[in-house]
């Protein structure tokens, strides 16, 4: 898929410590969390952070392919009234790491 494919020449871009936001105007998991979770899969590395971010949490989701409560940010347009439906992540390389070939 070339959201997979765009996903890994991002993580091979990232610096330890560094983030890599992926973004869908989607609801759909097998475009937004799933595709994460994918991501995850194949690099073991990063890591996907609880959103803690007070203006954000509103539109937290939790997700156990994600690893767990408020992993990633899903908005729909009948629950959060003004905004299209939307899925977002944030994905973190952890300190130490390096690419994982072939990932």
Known sequence: ?????????????????GSLVYSVCSPLAVEGCERVAAVL?????????????????IYAASSTLLGGTNRCIQSWTHRH??????FAARLVRREGTAPVPGG
């Open 41 to 57: 899969h194949r690099h073991p590395e990063f890591e996907c952070p609880e959103v803690t971010h007070r203006e954000l949490v």
């Open 1 to 17: 898929k070339l959201q997979d494919r765009l996903l890994d020449a991002g993580a091979a871009c990232v610096r330890p410590g």
């Open 81 to 86: 009234g003004g905004c299209d439906s939307f």
